[in-house]
Antibody, heavy 117, light 111 residues
Framework: EVQLLESGGGSGQPGGSLRLSCAAS????????MIWVRQAPGRGLEWVSS????????YYADSVKGRFTISRDNFKTTLYLQMNSLRADDTAVYFC???????????WGQGTLVTVS | QPVLTQSSSASASLGSSVKLTCTLS???????IAWHQQQPGKAPRYLMN???????NKGSGVSDRFSGSSSGADRYLTISNLQSEDEADYYC?????????FGGGTKLTVL
């Protein structure tokens, strides 16, 4: 069974940093691309960042480019999101998701809440 | 930059059917999309991916009551025999090499 478990959320100050983790199990992690998606309170889903299976290629939404860094450790089967220069509008639940063979998100984690104030 | 348009809300009666729409921006009518369901207070759940041909592939364990279809730039999610647990937000998703986009979501109310 595919499982994705986020951690690392919490409260952060404007201008501060947080690092989110997403522990993956139940599939061959190093053969799948992964993404981070966030959802601000009462709002819809917003793609944040993507990373290919090897970690060589990364992509970012304009809203986080230059502030957030996505990475992965295929030995630890863990996905990361380093969040720097936090802003109030980064407040959201952050989900990690696996990208399936057709490139759509096909499994989601339960999410971790980040509050910036 | 692709755009996905969804109605903000929909409603239908228990036991009836409902058809939700996701419209791709011009020039994107051949794109594959995915549909996701998000029940209140829960994480999103993948339902299916849907091609411009109308072919769709559902995720593991997704009920037979969920089906997909396509017409031009429109991608549809049909839910038949509506149940109370179908009350949720439904999002469509599309992507290209460098970006990924979600529609604004449709809040489905089961009356």
């Amino acid at each position: 069974e595919v499982q994705l478990l986020e951690s690392g959320g919490g409260s952060g100050q404007p201008g501060g940093s947080l690092r989110l983790s997403c522990a993956a199990s139940g599939f061959t992690f190093n053969t799948y691309a992964m993404i981070w998606v966030r959802q601000a309170p009462g709002r819809g889903l917003e793609w944040v960042s993507s990373i290919d299976s090897s970690g060589a290629y990364t992509y970012y939404a304009d809203s986080v480019k230059g502030r957030f860094t996505i990475s992965r450790d295929n030995f630890k089967t863990t996905l990361y999101l380093q969040m720097n220069s936090l802003r109030a509008d980064d407040t959201a639940v952050y989900f990690c998701a696996r990208l399936g063979r057709s490139s759509n998100s096909d499994h989601w984690g339960q999410g971790t809440l980040v509050t910036v104030s | 930059q692709p755009v996905l348009t969804q109605s903000s809300s929909a409603s239908a009666s228990l036991g009836s059917s409902v058809k939700l729409t996701c419209t791709l921006s011009s020039g994107r009518s051949t794109s594959i999309i995915a549909w996701h369901q998000q029940q209140p207070g829960k994480a999103p759940r993948y339902l299916m991916n849907l091609e411009s041909s109308g072919n769709y592939n559902k995720g593991s364990g997704v009920s037979d009551r969920f089906s997909g279809s396509s017409s031009g730039a429109d991608r549809y999610l049909t839910i038949s025999n509506l149940q109370s647990e179908d009350e949720a937000d439904y999002y469509c998703e599309t992507w290209d090499t460098n970006t990924r986009l979600f529609g604004g979501g449709t809040k489905l109310t089961v009356l």
